[in-house]
């Protein structure tokens, strides 16, 4: 090991004198391969005693070299992502944590009847608008790290702690509003409901096609016909080959002749990743368009009022540098933590809700969903 150290100061100071450097460049590069020697050797300066011994072997040269020099943090997995924008009307507009109340009009007024000569009109009605309370609350999770894991982190693998503290919010933000129609509640109220809001067939062309003749007949309270299109079909992961092939096939792909595909266009397939099921049995879902302007509403996301999105926030440190007990003091770099033991302390913060009832589920408005168990054929 010294013969190496030994050549990489021959060859530093060949490259000096080519350069025509002054004599004290060349003796500061003597002095400091020589301080390296030491360094490696596991020597230390203790005055006219010191001396110097092999200590390091070819095999520990190696390790060094695959320890430090190699050192290399690779990046983790790549999480799935959940679209779910386009199934849920964003309430942005809650100004506290107090349930909101909003009505919602499921009925028109009656039919005109015939009325004869000198007969007078029967008295109408009209229905009670139906009443949906929303309210939103917080969800968080701290974290901490002292003070030397991160001035140690040489690699930079806490780097990204808070990029990925945000992306964790995102995550249960997406697995929150799977379980709107996940849970067992909604799913009960959609099976209730029968033949026009479940069924029990696995994805098939024949199925889109009865889940869209299923919205096409959608009435008010009144029974009275309305406009209910299926424009999302949300489904397990295990199924992507089968929704890519019915809306690639122009022909039906399930039968053996020439029947044209209709229900490979007027829907958008969102995958949802948080699904569960097990093959062959794998459940999907059909949902009205809730920005549409048809008014017809499966689901709602609620917001507080100046909270869009997570905020990540980080407690300051109550530490101040001084040059004196009586001076005045200057704060410090957040690093440093607080005062006792170093403890750097960082949150992430989001706040979000929803309408929830104990028959409906989260179903705002059912007439804008449709449930399928996949499991049978």
Known sequence: MRKIVYALKRIRQDQLRERQAPDTRIRESDDMFDAFDRDLSGIRSYGATETLREVMTSADFTHAIQEFVQRLALPGYQNQTFNFEPLVRQEYNLPNYLPVTRYQNRGSLDDLEYVGEKGQARPGSVNDA???????????KQYDFSKKALVDDDLGYLQNTAEDAGKAARRTLERYVSRFYTNAVTIARLVGLGALYSTTGRLTTARISEARMAFGQRTDARGNPIVADLRYVVYHRGLEDTVRQIQASE???????????VVRTGWDAIEDPYIAGAAPNLPWYAFADPNSGNNVIPFVLARRTGM????????????EAITSLLGAGRPVDPIWGDFESGNVVFMVL?????????????????????????TAP
């Open 130 to 140: 139906t009443v949906r309370t929303l309210q939103v609350w917080d969800f968080a």
């Open 350 to 374: 989001d706040t979000w809700g929803t309408y929830i009832d104990g028959t409906e589920g989260n179903l705002f408005d059912f007439r804008g969903a449709y449930y399928s168990a996949g």
């Open 251 to 261: 022909l039906v792909p399930e039968l053996a002749t020439n029947a044209a595909n």
């Open 308 to 319: 869009p999105g997570p905020l990540i926030l980080r407690k300051r440190s109550d530490i």
